[in-house]
């Protein structure tokens, strides 16, 4: 397993949750809209890192259809990529010890 894809679903659910828990208060809270204006797109880029990740690793056949489809689910849901990521490390550390 690739550790892009897990460092990307981490990457993607941190972002979500700075915008969602952060820079949405404010701009609705505090009216500052600069916050939503920086951060949508930094999350915005994670998150195609993220699907490229995924697409990349369902081509090379280290994730199937279903496990592709849980992670993108998950990245739409808060707290939702903090768990892909610890199921992609538990996965990868699953496979490798049955490797052995």
């Given at each position: 397993?690739?550790?892009?894809?897990?460092?990307?679903?981490?990457?993607?659910?941190?972002?979500?949750?700075v915008?969602?828990f952060?820079?949405?208060?404010?701009?609705?809270?505090?009216?500052?809209?600069?916050?939503?204006?920086?951060?949508?797109?930094?999350?915005g880029?994670?998150?195609?890192l993220?699907i490229?990740?995924?697409?990349?690793?369902?081509?090379?056949?280290?994730?199937d259809?279903?496990?592709?489809a849980?992670?993108?689910?998950?990245?739409?849901?808060?707290?939702?990529?903090?768990?892909?990521?610890?199921?992609?490390?538990?996965?990868?550390?699953?496979?490798?010890?049955?490797?052995?």
């Amino acid at each position: 397993m690739n550790k892009g894809l897990r460092y990307a679903a981490f990457a993607e659910a941190l972002t979500l949750l700075v915008l969602v828990f952060v820079a949405m208060p404010l701009k609705y809270g505090a009216q500052i809209p600069a916050a939503t204006s920086i951060m949508g797109p930094i999350h915005g880029m994670m998150f195609m890192l993220f699907i490229w990740f995924v697409i990349r690793s369902l081509s090379e056949g280290t994730l199937d259809r279903g496990e592709a489809a849980r992670l993108i689910i998950g990245a739409f849901l808060p707290f939702g990529g903090i768990i892909n990521e610890r199921w992609l490390r538990n996965r990868r550390s699953e496979r490798s010890a049955n490797a052995l």
